[in-house]
C-alpha cells in the first residue's frame, strides 16, 4: 500500500472508531440544520431527465471526509438524470451541472462536480445491471452553502433495533421532510427499516440514514417490506462501499454472485433438497451477504428456468424456498400458475388467494382466481 492510500486510509478509519454524538442531534428537531436536498441535473446537449415528469432526481446530501467535503445520492437516480446514450455510471464528459439545494431554497446550493466513483464497466439498465447493489455515486464539490450540514460517516457494525433518522425530499411533499425508524434486517450492505405510516418514498431515493448519534450510516435505495409483518418499510445501502470509494478500493465494482447461479448445478446433480441445503449454509455466513445476492427474485430467475424446462417440482420447491425468505404476491402468483400445469387446484387456489391478500390489485391473480371458481 502506497503512502497517499495509507495516509487516505487513515483519515477515512479516523471515523471507524471514538465517534462521539454529533451537537446537532440533542437539539429539537426544529432546530437542526438543512441536511436533505433535491438533485438539479443538466447536460450539455440540454438533456436532464428521462421523463419531464421528473422535476428533479431524487435526493442528496453532503459527507464530511475529515479532510474533504463531497456530495452523494442513489446510484440509481441515474435512471432518471441521464443522457439518452448514457447506460454506463459514466458521465462522459457531458455533465452542464448538478446542484443540490434544500426544496424550496435554491440560495443554500451545492455545486457538485467530478464523479469520483466513475465507471463506464459498470450498467445502468438492463438484466445485467447490478448498480443497486452499490448505490451510492459520490461527487467533488465547488460550492458549498454554509448553510447545509454534512454529515460525518460511521464505518462500524450496525445492528437490527437501532434507531434512524432519514433525511429526504419526496416529490409529494412541499419541503425536505425528516422521518424516524428502527433497523429491522440487515443484510450485508443492505440494511431495512421501518416506514413511518403515511411517510412517501418516490423522490426520498438518495436520502442519507442517519443513526441516533447523527453520524451516517447509510443512503436509502426505496420501498421495502417487513418480511417478519409483512408491513411497509424501506429499505438503503450501508457505508460498506463508501468506504471503498473514500479509500480508493480496487476493483471497486464487482457485482454480487447471483444465488441462483451458486445453486442450479448443484439441483442439477444432486437435486432439489440439496441445492436448498447449500443456500441455507451460504446464508448462514454473514460474511457471505458481501459475496451472494440471496435477493427472492434471483431464487424465482431460477425457478421460472425450471418451469420452463418443465421440471415443475423443483420450480415449486423454489418458489416456497422464495416465499419464506420473502413473501411476494409475484411469487405466490407464479406458483399457482405451475400447480395448474401440474393439475393441483386446490393448492392453486391457496397460492392465488394469497398472492391477492398480499396486494389485493393483483389482477393476473384475481383473474386466474374467477376462472378456476366457474369450473
Not at 446537532?24 to 436532464?48: F, H, L, R
Amino acid at each position: 500500500m502506497n503512502k497517499f492510500k495509507t495516509l487516505l486510509l487513515a483519515i477515512v478509519c479516523a471515523n471507524c472508531v471514538a465517534q462521539h454524538e454529533e451537537s446537532w442531534i440533542d437539539k429539537s428537531k426544529e432546530q437542526w440544520p438543512a441536511i436533505a436536498m433535491i438533485n438539479n441535473v443538466e447536460y450539455k446537449n440540454g438533456e436532464s431527465y428521462i421523463h419531464s415528469s421528473f422535476e428533479y432526481a431524487g435526493t442528496g446530501f453532503l459527507i464530511d471526509t475529515g479532510s474533504d467535503t463531497l456530495a452523494a445520492t442513489a446510484k440509481h437516480v441515474l435512471w432518471i438524470a441521464k443522457t439518452k446514450s448514457m447506460n454506463s455510471v459514466d458521465l462522459q464528459g457531458n455533465l452542464k451541472k448538478w446542484i443540490m439545494h434544500p426544496k424550496g431554497n435554491p440560495n443554500d446550493s451545492v455545486i457538485a462536480t467530478k464523479l469520483i466513483n466513475t465507471d463506464s464497466s459498470e450498467i445502468l439498465t438492463g438484466p445485467k445491471s447490478t448498480i443497486t447493489e452499490r448505490d451510492w455515486i459520490v461527487f467533488r464539490t465547488e460550492y458549498v452553502s454554509p448553510n447545509i450540514k454534512p454529515l460525518k460517516p460511521r464505518f462500524t457494525e450496525v445492528k437490527v433495533g437501532e434507531s434512524v433518522y432519514y433525511f429526504g425530499c419526496p416529490y409529494k411533499d412541499k419541503k425536505c421532510i425528516t422521518e424516524e425508524g428502527k433497523i429491522l434486517e440487515i443484510e450485508g450492505s443492505r440494511i431495512v427499516f421501518s416506514l413511518p405510516e403515511e411517510a412517501n418514498v418516490a423522490g426520498a431515493s438518495g436520502s442519507p440514514i442517519v443513526d441516533k448519534n447523527g453520524l451516517l450510516i447509510g443512503i436509502v435505495g426505496g420501498s421495502a417490506t417487513d418480511k417478519f409483518t409483512g408491513a411497509n418499510a424501506i429499505y438503503g445501502t450501508s457505508t460498506h462501499y463508501l468506504k471503498k470509494i473514500l479509500t480508493k478500493e480496487q476493483p471497486l465494482n464487482v457485482p454480487l454472485i447471483s444465488i441462483d447461479n451458486a445453486i442450479k448445478n448443484v439441483i442439477l446433480k444432486e437435486g432439489l433438497e440439496v441445492g436448498i441445503q447449500k443456500f441455507n449454509t451460504l446464508k448462514k455466513d454473514k460474511n457471505n451477504y458481501f459475496i451472494y445476492n440471496f435477493s427472492p427474485e434471483k431464487i424465482n430467475a431460477l425457478a421460472d428456468e425450471f418451469v420452463e424446462n418443465e421440471n415443475y417440482d423443483i420450480g415449486i420447491g423454489l418458489y416456497e424456498l422464495s416465499i419464506k425468505e420473502l413473501a411476494l404476491t409475484g411469487t405466490y402468483t407464479k406458483m399457482a400458475n405451475v400447480y395448474l400445469k401440474v393439475d393441483k387446484k386446490d393448492k392453486a387456489i391457496d397460492a392465488f388467494k394469497n398472492a391477492i391478500k398480499l396486494w389485493p390489485d393483483n389482477e393476473e391473480a384475481i383473474t386466474g382466481l374467477k376462472k378456476l371458481d366457474k369450473r
